[in-house]
Structures are given as C-alpha cells and as structure tokens.
C-alpha cells in the first residue's frame, strides 16, 4: 500500500480527512475563499516517460466456454493486433496455462492471466484465480473470488436494467452501491463501462451515477473489453473493438494487479462511433502524459490520434454525467460543476478513450479551520450516517486510511439509529452523537 500524504493548507490545519480509500495515489491541495480543494489522482505515480503502456482484453471467450474459436486462435489474433495482456474468461471454466493448447505467453511477449466468467447471476469475471462455483449468489461468488486469492469485475451490467425516463432507476443505483460497499477495493474492482461495441451505452450513465454516489472514497475504475465470442459476425468485426491499457513499470501479474487495483490505466472504445464504418483502431486517442499541477490547481493530459496532437476541442471533462470542460487542461479549483469527481473522455473519428475518475474532496473552512460538524465519512453532510457510508468507511479503516475511533464512531451512529448531531464542546470523534429523540 503506497504512503497516504497529509498535506498543509494557509490555514495550517492538516487535511487528515482527505485520507480516503482512493490514497492509494498522492493527494494535493490548493486553498481558495474559505475552501480547500483536494485532488485526489490515480496516475500520481505513473512515471509516463517510464511506464510499459500495456494492452489488455480481460474477457474473453474461446471455445472452451461460450466462445467460436480455439484458444490458440484467440490468442494468435491478439497477440498479431499488439495486445500484451490477455484473459480467457470462459464461462465456468479455466483456459489456463496458455501452453495446453501449444502457446508460449512468455515467447510471445505476452502475459497470460487466469480468470473465469461467473453466470448464475448477473455476470462476474474473476481475475488472479481458477474457480468454479454453483452459487447463484453475487455475494457468496465475490466472497469465493475472493478467498481464492482473487479479484472482480462486474461485467456488461446495463444487461440487467432499463433506463426509467432516460435516467438510472434508484433502486438500480443502490443496488450497486450496495455491491460495491460490500466489498473493498482489491476484491471488487470496477466494472465493464464499455463490453463489445458499446452494445450498452447506458453503462456510461451507471457509471457516473456510480461515482457521483461513491467517489472520492469509494472509486469504481471503468474497463473496456470486447467479450469476444466471434472475430466476425454477420460482416462485422466484433474483436479487436475495446480495450484497456494498462500502465506499469513490468509486465508481470504483480504489477499489472496493482495497477488494476489503484486505477492507473486507461480504456478505449471504437464502439462510440455509432456507424461501424468509422470503427477505426488506429484513430483512438493514446494518452501520453498526465500533468498535475499542485499549485495552480490544474490536471493537464497530451494524446495522440493517428500519431498526430489531439485537437484541444476533443477533450471533454465529465462530473455528475455532465461535461463541465472542454480542453486539454482543467483548472478544479475554479470550473463550476465539479462535484466528487472528474473524469475525462478523449474523442476522435475512430473511437474514444477514457480516463479513471479523479477525486474531488471540497472542504469548508470557518475562520481557517475545517468545520467538524458532520462525520467525515457522512458523504452527504446532512447529519445521518447510513449503511452504505458506514460501510465505506470501515473499509477504509481495514486499509489503513482512516482512524479506528472514527470507524468504529460511524458504525455505532448507523446502527443506533443513524441521526445524529454535534457537540462543539467534545472532540472528535465524541463530538459526533446521537440524535435526540
């Protein structure tokens, strides 16, 4: 686990709060009026000038589950298109080791990870692990996954749901907020925000949905995959379409894991060119560089389409599933619109790519002083702690991010009744206490 930084303001005051479960990365601050602004980036440590840019499918299907051609098949057309990490995420079963059927990873430059597609329910792949479950529980799968050593991404989940007047249905949303407090980081990583070409746009809208719920203390890092059953069906390549690009200083499974785990890749997508005739690989912006800026406030990303700078009106800044930017440079500090989160989506006349969300934690100060009124884990301030924050904050203290007292404080407020109020005259986190009836 990478260091948390606590980093001083003009008000002098620590902002120990800002710890969160996506510190895995640095944080920094910038103080303007009677806030503090923390950015919180999961490419904070990617050295760009260093850093292996890997392409991954991670769900993927053979002829040994689900899919139309053999392994060594699937593996030859990959590794042929410059892939260098690849899943067989065959249903029930385990493609693995790649040498059963006369195919060397390591001879062709490529990683091989174990994984399997889990479909007794809505649809999970496991990652890291061989397994096979007749559980028709999500719970009790990612519980095995995650025994097993394992890790997960939920899968193509706009399969499940409709949109209810062009919005994510509220109990489509808790549902996955649910899921994702459930369980931490490392054993539920994200989810698929593009599967084949796109086939479900609504993905994108869960996903903000998602982040404006959770993030910064809970992030869901998006995945792109092509769950390749064919090469090409009725005329149309269905492989080859989305992908991630995973960044690492080795292509081991030790560092592509982690990278997975703290968000530091990319995914892409020709599936948001509606016509297929404008698929086009070759155009989907490659991301070259992310530049922080600590003391102006800013996050700077350069990429290349076709080889060629990617033109400043194609870069869009997204938060709450609305474009708050567009340009190559955002300034956080003062572009209104931002709240928890901000991501990016990179477009071209090939397809798109799309950054992990970045966090956004704003801070009130009184009199140059954080105010302690609300719990820090009560992501609504609005006096009542709830499961799902509980929940998130108690996983945040396993990781080593947040004080015990003030996990064991918010569990305690959620489960005696969830209302509670400040006390100026205790200190925290005493100062936080039950409602009066």
């Known amino acids: ?32 009026a009677q806030q503090t602004v923390t950015l919180v980036n999961p490419y904070e440590r990617v050295d760009w000038a260093t850093a292996g840019q890997y392409k991954a499918n991670l769900h993927t299907h053979s ?15 990959y590794h042929d298109r410059g892939y260098s990490i690849l899943v067989f995420t065959d249903n029930d079963e385990c493609t693995y080791p790649w040498e059963d059927w006369g195919r060397d990873p390591e001879a062709l430059g490529m990683l091989a990870l174990r994984g399997n597609e889990h479909k007794n329910h809505e649809h999970i792949a496991g990652y890291f692990v061989c397994m096979k479950t007749d559980s028709s529980s999500e719970t009790q799968t990612l519980s095995e996954i995650g025994a097993g050593g394992g890790a997960a991404v939920l899968v193509h989940p706009g399969r499940y749901w409709e949109l209810e007047g062009g919005k994510v249905p509220e109990e489509v949303l808790q ?27 609504r993905d994108r809208q869960l996903w903000d949905a998602l982040l404006g719920a959770m993030m910064p203390q809970r992030p869901v890092w998006g995945f792109a995959n092509d769950d390749t059953h064919w090469f090409v069906y009725f005329g149309l390549p269905m492989a080859g379409l989305s992908w991630n690009v995973i960044l690492a200083e080795r292509l081991d499974e030790a560092s592509v894991r982690a990278a997975m785990e703290t968000g530091r890749f990319y995914f892409s997508s020709v599936g948001t060119q509606v016509d297929p005739s404008l698929w086009n690989a070759a155009l989907v912006p490659v991301i070259t560089d992310i530049t922080h800026d600590r003391t102006a406030g800013t996050v700077t990303v350069s990429a290349l389409s076709g080889g060629q700078p990617l033109p400043e009106g194609r870069y869009r800044w997204i938060s709450g599933g609305e474009t708050v930017h567009i340009g190559s440079s955002l300034d956080y500090q003062n572009t209104p619109g931002i709240v928890r989160y901000v991501r990016l989506e990179l477009e071209s006349d090939g397809g798109s790519t ?7 934690v704003v801070q009130e100060e009184n009199e140059g002083e954080p105010s302690p009124q609300y719990h820090p884990g009560d992501l609504d301030g609005n006096g009542r702690f709830i499961m799902g924050e509980a929940l998130a904050y108690l996983a945040g203290w396993q990781q080593g991010v947040y004080p015990m007292s003030y996990a064991i404080r918010g569990v305690y407020l959620w489960q005696n009744g969830e209302m509670y109020g400040y006390d100026p005259g205790r200190m925290p986190p005493l100062c936080w206490d039950l409602a009066a009836e």
């Open 1 to 32: 686990m990478f260091p948390v930084t606590t980093l001083e303001v003009t008000s002098g005051a620590a902002l120990s709060r800002a710890g969160m479960l996506m510190l895995l990365c640095m944080a920094s601050c910038v103080s303007f």
């Open 63 to 77: 002829t040994e589950g689900g899919g139309t051609n053999t392994p060594a098949e699937v593996i030859d057309f």
């Open 175 to 201: 549902r996955y907020v649910t899921r994702y407090t459930e369980f931490p980081q490392e054993r539920l990583i994200g989810f698929e925000v593009f599967n084949a070409y796109n086939i479900h746009p």
């Open 354 to 360: 799309l950054t992990n969300p970045f966090g956004i």
